[in-house]
């Protein structure tokens, strides 16, 4: 087993949660993007308690592009704070490998 990283991020639409990810890939920050469909969120922004449906989006990275990708999601990201994750996991070797030969 090997290590890869995990980056969550709930986006506003299914359009701008495939828009990041595709670009996350192309720029190869990112081996893919899982996108999950769409979640009931409840959050308090602003002293209030929210109610919204957004659209999470899973990235598959190096532990070392782990950072960069998710600061490029966030200048990228409609929200003004986007809540984004970085999750530690473990992976077969060979899609550690797959993953370290597909992103920068």
Known sequence: M???ALVH?????????EEIGRNMVEEQLAACVNLLGP?????RW???VET?????ALF??????ARELADRIAALHSYD???IEIW???AGDAVADWVDDSTR
Request: net charge neutral; charged share 15%.
């Open 81 to 83: 704070l986007p809540a």
């Open 88 to 90: 530690p996991a473990a």
């Open 46 to 48: 602003q002293g209030k």
């Open 60 to 65: 598959k990275t190096t532990t070392q592009l």
């Open 9 to 17: 991020a709930t986006f506003a639409t299914a359009a701008e949660a």
């Open 52 to 56: 919204a449906t957004e659209y999470r």
């Open 39 to 43: 979640c009931a969120s409840i959050y």
């Open 2 to 4: 090997s290590d890869i």
